[in-house]
C-alpha cells in the first residue's frame, strides 16, 4: 500500500513538483538493501520537491516495516570505520564550536559504535549508542558494548536531560519522522546541550552533476536536505544558535568507486578483486558533497 508523506518542516502533504520518477519493484525491501554503505543499486521511490520550503522528499512511499528490516541489517563496512571515525570525530569538535563538553555523548544510529570508540578515546567519560542492527552491536567494541541499546530511537530509550551532546551522522535522511525523532534526542541533552547531525546535501555539486544516478538518490533515503532546509528543521525542533557547514570525508579508493554511477556488476567485480583490495589500502580525503548541522537546546 502507498503512502503519501508531508513535509516535515512546513507540514505540506502534496503541494509538491516531481523530480524523479519511482523505479522501486518487489525486491526493492531486503534487509541487505537497508544495511549501511551497501553497493548503490539506484532504487529509490518517486522524489517530489516541496513548493513552499524547497526540500526534496520521497513520495508516496510503501508500508514496510523499516523497523525490523534496520534491526536486521548486516554490518559490512568494517574496512572503513578508521576514516569514519576521523570524519565524524573532527566534524563534532568543529560544530562544538570551541565548547569544551566532555563529561557525556550519545550517538543515534551508530552502527558498532565506532564513533564512540573515538569519543571515549578522545576524553568523554560516558557514551551512549542507540542503534537498531543487533548484529552492528555485536561487533562494537568490548568496552563500547555495555554503553549501546538496541532499539530505534523513541521517547524514554535514553534518560531526559542526561547527555551534553547528541550525534546522528547519516541517519536522519532515513526517517519517516524526522520531527518526532529529534525531539526524543533534544528531550536527551541537558539545557545547553548541542545536538549535530551529518547529512548529505542535495544541492552539493556531486549531486547536481550525477541527479538521478547519484548515489543518495536512494530507497533508503526518504528527505534529503540543504543547508537551508537542514537549519529550518532544527528550528523547528525548537534548537538556539543554529549553524550549518559543509566536511571532508576519509575513504578509502575502493569506496569512492563503490559511489560511482557506473555498472554495478563491474563495481563488484573491481571491489572483489587483487586491485579491490589495493584500492581499499589507499586513502584520501575529499569533498563528497556532505554537510554537518548543529543546534543547542534552550
Not at 551497501?38 to 513520495?59: A, I
Not at 573515538?118 to 567519560?125: E, I, M, P, S, V
Not at 575513504?251 to 583490495?277: C, D, M
Request: glycine letters at 8%.
Amino acid at each position: 500500500m502507498e503512502i503519501a508523506t508531508k513535509c516535515p518542516i512546513c507540514e505540506s502533504l502534496g503541494n509538491a513538483v516531481p523530480v524523479y520518477p519511482s523505479n522501486v519493484d518487489e525486491t526493492s525491501f531486503s534487509t541487505e538493501i537497508f544495511s549501511a554503505r551497501r553497493l548503490p543499486d539506484r532504487r529509490h521511490y518517486q522524489w517530489v520537491r516541496c513548493n513552499k520550503c524547497t526540500l526534496l522528499r520521497s513520495d508516496p512511499v510503501l508500508d514496510v516495516d523499516l523497523e525490523k528490516l534496520y534491526v536486521e541489517s548486516t554490518f559490512d563496512y568494517s574496512t572503513e570505520v578508521d576514516g569514519l571515525k576521523k570524519t565524524y570525530f573532527n566534524l563534532v569538535k568543529r560544530a562544538l564550536g570551541g565548547k569544551k563538553f566532555k563529561k557525556s555523548i550519545f550517538e543515534v544510529g551508530g552502527g558498532n559504535g565506532f564513533f564512540l570508540e573515538a569519543a571515549k578515546d578522545g576524553g568523554f567519560a560516558t557514551v551512549a549508542g542507540v542503534e537498531p542492527s543487533t548484529e552492528a552491536i555485536k561487533a562494537a567494541r568490548v568496552d563500547i558494548a555495555p554503553h549501546m541499546i538496541a532499539s530505534m530511537m523513541k521517547a524514554g530509550v535514553l534518560a531526559d536531560n542526561s547527555f551534553e551532546v547528541g550525534t546522528m551522522f547519516h541517519t536522519l535522511d532515513h526517517l519517516t519522522d524526522p520531527v518526532s525523532t529529534l525531539k526524543n534526542c533534544a528531550a536527551a541533552l541537558q539545557t545547553g546541550g548541542v545536538f549535530v547531525v551529518a547529512i548529505h546535501n542535495e544541492r552539493s555539486w556531486s549531486a547536481r552533476l550525477m541527479g538521478e544516478r547519484s548515489p543518495i538518490i536512494d530507497v533508503e533515503h526518504t528527505h534529503l536536505y540543504t543547508r537551508k532546509s537542514g537549519e529550518a528543521l532544527f528550528k523547528k525542533i525548537g534548537f538556539i544558535d543554529v549553524r550549518s557547514g559543509a566536511y571532508n570525508n576519509h575513504y578509502s579508493l575502493a569506496y569512492i568507486l563503490h559511489l560511482i554511477p557506473i555498472s554495478r556488476s563491474f563495481r563488484k567485480r573491481v571491489l572483489e578483486s587483487p586491485i579491490g583490495t589495493l584500492l581499499s589500502k589507499i586513502k584520501v580525503i575529499v569533498p563528497l558533497g556532505n554537510m554537518w548541522v548543529a543546534g543547542t537546546k534552550p
